[in-house]
């Protein structure tokens, strides 16, 4: 039948027919949602907004230890916040389940917490400073807690704030001492470890002083001086002997005594000299006369005598004039020949002299006599101070030999001593370079750690605190109502047109044709009785009875969910003006 209603007369007439069981689904539906409305428990919300202020200190000059984005920060400190443990002690602090619930389990409580409890960042657009593009930043977060009851909601917000404040200032407090800590340990490894290569370093130029590096050319420098003054040595020592050999040929020239004259002014010899002019005169008697020749045998008794005073025969004097009698008889060989009478005579006083040479003893003097020459002791003295002079000639040029050696060993060790020199070094420049900056990073964090203990670097501030939640978060009791009111509606009228769509009847003159092909020739209206009157009357009733419910209904409504009846009327007076009256 429905494709046979065309008119919007045709739909007034199923509202009118229909009109009791639309008002009825109505109200039953209508109802509904005000009971669901009033019903639902209210919840209610409590929000912090806590700032992100930056350190009152340019970073420039103070450079903080914590380095991480805010909202990286703030995730950090919410997984702590949110422990176990934390979240357990605000719910026994503020009795936040009943018993009920609790008899659940810790697992269900703190599930119910963790979903109460929300987090929102704030964002805004800033600038970065170091790629100077837009960009989003957090500069703070709401933090807000949700709970049956409105004290609850608000103390429990509080109580997170203080939480999340805390934790803020215990993990960036934190965070400075551990960074502060690091640095000194290490600081102080870098410290004994460049006194380890200090002492290596000490040991090892103690140990090759002479092959330093930075000692190389000065050591060729002493080295050149050593030569120097080892050449003036030796030509200092040559220029000794040679004096000391002058020295020597003048003093076998005098006599240590000085001369001595008898009372006829004859002068008298020593035993010395006696028995030189003896040695000598015996040559040459030799040389004439036979072993048995009483002046021969005279000359040897006094020549005997004068040994044992003088106390032995002087070989030297013996071998010198040997060598005189070896020389005059070579030079004679070669213009005489061996039977000549000068080269007999010679050979013999060479026999005579090599024989005595034989039995000569060792000349020793039995008393040692003082010269008393004045020439004598001056020379003798000139020749001590120059063999003393040699003697000092001598110990010097030992020990510039001894410099020179050492000079020379130090150069040839240079390059082994160079090479791990330059790695002690090495490592000395390297430990200290790091010490410094190690040095330099532990004094910034400690100007950190203290700007964080005065509370001068990035921080939290409460800006706007937890207020007690006047009205409830949720539910919506007005779109719930609403909600409600459309939907009765639409159930009423779809209730109606199923009703229609459902029935076979013949409703009204246009279906009639509809169906005929022709139109009626009469239409009979209908006809009430007294129970049809009947009917309408209590119809009647019912209409007035429902708009009177739904009059107290929604004057409950306005009551609850709008504003209270008595401040309405003061609302109501006021905006018509007679609230002076």
Not at 188 to 215: G, M, Y
Request: with cysteine; glycine share 2%; aromatic share 6%.
């Amino acid at each position: 039948m429905e494709e046979d209603i065309k008119g919007i007369q045709d739909y007034i007439q199923i509202l009118k027919r229909y009109k009791n069981k639309m008002l009825v689904t109505f109200i039953i539906i209508f109802l509904l949602a005000i009971v669901v409305a009033v019903k639902l428990p209210a919840i209610y919300k409590s929000t912090a907004t806590i700032l992100i202020e930056q350190q009152e200190i340019p970073q420039d000059l103070v450079r903080s230890t914590v380095t991480s984005y805010a909202d990286q920060r703030i995730q950090v400190i919410s997984q702590r916040v949110m422990s176990t443990a934390n979240l357990k002690a605000v719910i026994e602090k503020f009795n936040l389940f009943s018993d009920k619930n609790k008899s659940q389990g810790s697992a269900v409580m703190l599930a119910e917490m963790r979903e109460a409890i929300k987090l929102e960042m704030v964002s805004a657009d800033v600038i970065d400073p170091q790629s100077g593009r837009a960009t989003q930043a957090t500069i703070a977060f709401n933090l807000s807690f949700t709970s049956k009851s409105a004290k609850s909601a608000q103390q429990v917000a509080n109580e997170l704030v203080s939480l999340y404040l805390n934790e803020n200032l215990k993990r960036r407090t934190e965070a400075a001492t551990e960074t502060t800590d690091f640095l000194q340990v290490e600081a102080k490894k870098l410290a004994e470890r460049i006194t380890e290569v200090e002492t290596e370093l000490a040991d090892f130029k103690e140990a090759n002083a002479a092959s330093l590096p930075e000692l190389q050319q000065l050591n060729m420098q002493l080295m050149d001086r050593a030569e120097q003054q080892l050449i003036e040595v030796d030509r200092q020592t040559n220029s000794l002997k040679e004096r000391k050999l002058y020295l020597n040929a003048e003093l076998a020239q005098i006599n240590p005594s000085s001369a001595t004259y008898s009372a006829t002014g004859e002068r008298i010899f020593g035993a010395e000299t006696r028995l030189k002019a003896l040695q000598a005169e015996y040559v040459a008697l030799a040389a004439k006369y036979a072993k048995t020749h009483p002046d021969i045998i005279k000359i040897k008794r006094e020549i005997s005598a004068l040994e044992k005073e003088v106390g032995g025969v002087d070989k030297s004097e013996i071998q010198a004039q040997l060598q005189n009698k070896k020389a005059e008889l070579a030079l004679l060989s070669q213009r005489y020949s061996v039977n000549h009478p000068d080269v007999k005579k010679l050979k013999h006083s060479i026999r005579s002299l090599e024989t005595e040479l034989n039995k000569a003893t060792v000349y020793k003097p039995v008393i040692a006599k003082k010269a008393n020459n004045p020439a004598y002791v001056q020379l003798q003295t000139q020749l001590q101070a120059v063999n003393a002079e040699l003697r000092a000639m001598k110990s010097s040029k030992q020990r510039l030999l001894a410099k020179l050696e050492k000079y020379e060993a130090g150069l040839l060790k240079a390059p082994q001593v160079e090479r791990k020199y330059k790695n002690l070094m090495r490592d000395y420049d390297n430990a200290t370079v790091k010490y410094r900056e190690v040095k330099a990073k532990q004094m910034e964090a400690e100007m950190a750690q203290s700007m964080e203990k005065n509370r001068k670097g990035e921080r939290f501030t409460l800006i706007e605190p937890p207020l007690f939640p006047e009205e409830p978060f949720k539910p919506n009791r007005k779109a719930i109502v609403f909600l409600g009111f459309v939907l009765a509606l639409g159930a009423a009228f779809g209730l109606a047109l199923l009703k229609a769509s459902l029935e076979s009847g013949i409703y009204g003159a246009r279906q009639l044709t509809a169906i005929t092909g022709a139109p009626p020739l009469m239409i009979i209206p209908y006809i009430e009785n007294e129970e049809d009157l009947l009917k309408i009357k209590k119809s009647r009733y019912r209409i007035i009875y429902s708009l009177l419910a739904c009059i107290t209904i929604a004057t409950i409504l306005v009551h609850l969910l709008i504003m209270p009846l008595d401040v309405l009327w003061y609302v109501v007076l006021r905006k018509l003006g007679l609230d002076t009256l």
